[in-house]
Nanobody
Framework: QVQLEESGGGLVQAGGSLRLSCAAS????????MGWFRQAPGKERETVSA????????YYADSVKGRFTISRDNAKNMVYLQMNSLKPEDTAVYYC????????????????????WGQGTQVTVSS
C-alpha cells in the first residue's frame, strides 16, 4: 500500500505559478505510476497529467499542455506538478494518485487505473 499527501496549493493570480508536491509513504514508491487529477465544483474529476514508474513517459491533458510539468523523484518518494501561466479555469482541488503496475514505461491517463488517492489540495486562480 501507499499513502499520499499533497501540498503546495493556494491562491494565485492569473499568470502566476504554483508547484504541487505529493509525498508518498512506503518503500515501494517506484512500483507505481503516478498521476495528477483535479476536480472543480460541480464537475467530474479529470486527468491533468501522468507519469510512468521510471519517469520516462509523461501525459498531459490538452488544457494544460505547455503550461504544466510533471516530474518524480523516486529516491525521495515524491511527485511534483509545476504549474505555470495559471488561468482561472485551473481552479480546482488537485489530487495525486498512484497506480500499481509492473510496467516501468507506461503512464495511465484513466483515473479508473489508480488504486490510491491523496486528500487533495486546493488551487485557486484569481482573474
Amino acid at each position: 500500500q501507499v499513502q499520499l499527501e499533497e501540498s503546495g496549493g493556494g491562491l494565485v493570480q492569473a499568470g502566476g505559478s504554483l508547484r504541487l508536491s505529493c509525498a508518498a509513504s512506503g518503500r515501494t514508491f517506484g512500483r507505481y505510476a503516478m498521476g495528477w487529477f483535479r476536480q472543480a465544483p460541480g464537475k467530474e474529476r479529470e486527468t491533468v497529467s501522468a507519469i510512468s514508474r521510471g519517469g520516462g513517459r509523461t501525459y498531459y491533458a490538452d488544457s494544460v499542455k505547455g503550461r504544466f510539468t510533471i516530474s518524480r523523484d523516486n529516491a525521495k518518494n515524491m511527485v511534483y506538478l509545476q504549474m505555470n501561466s495559471l488561468k482561472p479555469e485551473d481552479t480546482a482541488v488537485y489530487y495525486c494518485a498512484a497506480a500499481s503496475t509492473v510496467s516501468t514505461n507506461t503512464y495511465y491517463s484513466n483515473r479508473l487505473s489508480y488504486n490510491y488517492w491523496g486528500q487533495g489540495t486546493q488551487v485557486t486562480v484569481s482573474s
